[in-house]
């Protein structure tokens, strides 16, 4: 046990609360991590695959398979500091319902305490985390997409501060019970709770992904987006790309989009445009902070990848199916008879036969997807084959371009450029995509999702709006140029009228030479539009009507949409600043 009064305080308090049968202090060893997964295959609930060294596949139990945002809380004294976005319950209410709810509901497991970092230690950006767990498949896990070990701990030795996260599954065993292949408690018990003025994070029931793995979502976006806007930084869900010109200049861009929007195939981009090159920095979160030279510095603070497996081949994003050679949890994809893995849309053809995500055999005729929608990989960063050399760099990459974007099969050019900051911050406060089947709701129904932080925003998001103006006043004209991108669009007939994919990049060399002033741009009513000649298409075989339908600015259905833009700024009130008001009636003026 640590001598860090704090931390060891919490730990004693928490086995009194969920009273374990162990205790286990995670060291972050391979041999940690090796005798964990031991111990759960020979328990049944993890499947060692023939095909893929040191790689095991976990079925999750059916209610239990994505993040649920309606069991998500963040928890302010005042609801207003909430937001309208955010579920809240008073802090004392809710403390009281999960303290009744841990009582006990470590009986007949183990307690892990994960030490982590967000962030390389060496990083002044770095924050630690402390996460409580009764699932040993988040331990796992912990071990990939965070730095878990006794560095962590030396350094909370040394009076490091913490951010306590506390999880269970939920699901006490009476002596001698025999346990499930994937516990958790029912819907209705599941609790995801953040106390942002504690920096406290308090999980319960549910294993799976951003719910269970407490370093992601609740840490590094809600929990963190709360004290970057305190300490005057930004915890952004954002991709980091470096994009590299044939004169060897390098750009680094970070990009925001909702979910199944393409993060992590643009993340690991091979771009098709001669004499460019690509390396990834991270393919979720960014966070940001105004170096000494008045830049705005960027660091990953995850060690993973959690990403989607279905859709990812080698078509779609060759550098992350390389990165799944080995070493990697699979949650909830299909098993196939020679002891691999498979997806939907990972090869042309589905195998004959598969095991599907809730273990019962599967053929092609059977109509149903044969791995979840939501199957997930858990992949170290280290091992993306173009994975950029200065990813870990302590203080960062220094950031030239935000992009904003979502899913629109109208409307929405290809691309377009912000007039400037306060602009761009609209661009991203009205960001909006069309629901796909992979996420809940009504498919082809238009979301908006501003920054892609709907989820994940620990404050009221008319704060958060503010919070984004004022760094922008901070960094002046060291700030990254905004561009809005939509690789989404489609003609009437409903084919792609963007190839996408590896492509993109002749959008993303446009930005670059922008950011160079190096091109011009047609002023729009919504921006800043690229010429069809100021767009690089050698080699690609596109029919003109396409690029001009792309660029076209449709100002009728732009007049259309702006109803719907106030409905969604009216909801955050007096907090919506001003500024974003302003911008509103400035496209207005400009669509006559
Ligand atoms: C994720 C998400 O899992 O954004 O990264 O849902
Ligand atoms: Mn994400």
């Not at 046990?1 to 931390?7: E, G, I």
Request: negative net charge; hydrophobic residues 40%; charged residues 20%.
């Amino acid at each position: 046990m640590p001598s860090n009064y704090r931390l060891t305080q919490w730990v004693q308090e928490m086995a009194r609360l969920c009273q374990p049968d162990r205790i286990h202090w995670c060291d972050g060893t391979k041999e940690e991590y090796d005798r964990l997964m031991a111990q759960m295959v020979a328990e049944g609930r993890a499947i060692p695959l023939q095909k893929r060294p040191n790689s095991f596949l976990f079925r999750s139990h059916p209610s239990d398979v994505a993040r649920m945002e309606d069991r998500t809380f963040i928890s302010t004294p005042s609801k207003d500091d909430a937001g309208p976005t955010n579920n809240w319950v008073a802090p004392d209410e809710l403390k009281a319902i999960m303290l009744r709810l841990y009582e006990g509901c470590m009986r007949g497991r183990t307690m892990y305490i994960i030490p982590f970092s967000m962030g390389p230690l060496e990083s002044p950006m770095t924050k630690i985390g402390v996460q409580i767990t009764d699932s040993p498949y988040v331990v796992c896990n912990m071990h990939i997409m965070t730095r878990v070990g006794t560095k962590v701990l030396r350094a909370l030795e040394a009076g490091a501060d913490f951010v306590p996260c506390l999880h269970s599954v939920g699901t006490p065993l009476a002596p001698g019970q025999e346990d499930v292949p994937w516990p958790c408690a029912p819907m209705e018990q599941k609790y995801i709770s953040h106390f942002p003025e504690e920096n406290l994070i308090w999980s319960y029931g549910s294993g799976y992904g951003g719910n269970a793995l407490l370093g992601k979502k609740c840490f590094a976006l809600r929990i963190a987006s709360a004290m970057a806007r305190r300490e005057g930084w930004m915890a952004e869900h954002m991709l980091i790309l470096r994009l590299i010109s044939p004169e060897g200049h390098q750009y680094h861009i970070a990009a925001a989009f909702p979910s199944a929007c393409g993060k992590t195939n643009l993340a690991m981009i091979r771009p098709t445009l001669p004499g460019w090159r690509a390396e990834c920095l991270g393919d979720d979160i960014a966070w940001m902070k105004i170096g000494p030279d008045g830049r705005l510095y960027a660091i990953n603070p995850e060690s993973g990848f959690f990403g989607v497996a279905p859709g990812t081949s080698y078509r779609t994003n060759p550098a992350a199916m390389d990165t799944l050679w080995g070493n990697v949890i699979f949650t909830n994809c299909a098993l196939t008879d020679d002891g691999d893995v498979w997806w939907d849309r990972m090869t042309p053809e589905p195998p004959p036969h598969l095991i599907d995500w809730e273990g019962q055999d599967w053929t092609p005729d059977r109509g149903t997807p044969a791995a979840h929608p939501n199957a997930r990989f858990t992949a170290p960063t280290a091992q993306c084959p173009v994975i950029s050399p200065d990813w870990e760099k302590p203080e960062g990459v220094p950031i030239d371009i935000f992009i904003f974007g979502g899913r629109r099969a109208t409307m929405v050019p290809l691309v377009y450029e912000a007039y400037n900051w306060d602009h761009g911050v609209f661009l991203g406060a009205t960001q909006s995509s069309e629901k796909t089947a992979a996420t809940f709701g009504t498919v082809g129904v238009l979301r908006r999702d501003p920054f892609a932080m709907l989820p994940f925003c620990g404050y009221h998001m008319g704060d958060y709006f503010a919070h984004w103006l004022q760094m922008g006043d901070r960094l002046g004209d060291k700030a990254p140029r905004i561009f809005y991108v939509n690789w989404f669009r489609k003609d009437p007939e409903g084919r792609w009228l963007w190839p996408g994919y590896g492509e993109n990049s002749r959008v993303l060399a446009w930005m670059c030479a922008r950011v160079d002033g190096k091109v011009g741009a047609v002023e729009t009513p919504i921006g800043l539009l690229p010429r069809p000649e100021d767009l690089d298409l050698r080699g690609l075989d596109m029919p003109p009507e396409n690029l001009r339908e792309l660029l076209r600015v449709d100002v009728d259905a732009w007049r259309a949409e702006i109803p719907d833009i106030e409905r969604h700024l009216a909801q955050f009130g007096d907090r919506l600043p001003q500024r974003l008001r302003e911008q509103l009636w400035q496209l207005q003026a400009r669509l006559g």
